[in-house]
């Protein structure tokens, strides 16, 4: 996009649980100008994660056990605000 920085690198990745659903891993990592003031992980639309960082931190990791459907579609969205308001995202879909 152009005109759009990204700074903050934002991943999720997914693994099946053996006893029901997935489990969820998302990490976030700042760049050298910016922290981390929140961290989001919404899982098939319905928020599973919300937390907001007094003092703002430069790394993140959060894992989720026993999210979404098998078999069946899922997605995940990690939205990481920085400490100016800036969100970063990633996505991922699975069946």
């Known amino acids: 996009m152009e005109g759009v920085e990204v700074f903050m690198d934002v991943t999720s ?5 053996p006893a029901v659903g ?3 891993t998302a990490a976030a ?3 050298k100008d910016e922290k981390i003031a929140r961290a989001q992980i919404i899982v098939d639309d319905f928020p599973e994660y919300d937390k907001e960082f007094s ?3 430069t790394n993140w990791q959060q894992q989720l056990h026993q ?3 098998y078999p069946g579609d899922n997605t ?4 990481v605000t920085n400490d100016k308001g800036e969100d ?3 996505d991922d879909s699975w069946n």
């Open 67 to 69: 999210q979404g459907q």
């Open 22 to 24: 997935w489990d969820i």
């Open 88 to 90: 970063s995202e990633s």
């Open 55 to 57: 003092p703002p931190v």
């Open 76 to 79: 995940v969205r990690v939205v």
């Open 29 to 31: 990592k700042a760049d």
């Open 13 to 17: 990745s997914h693994a099946r649980n």
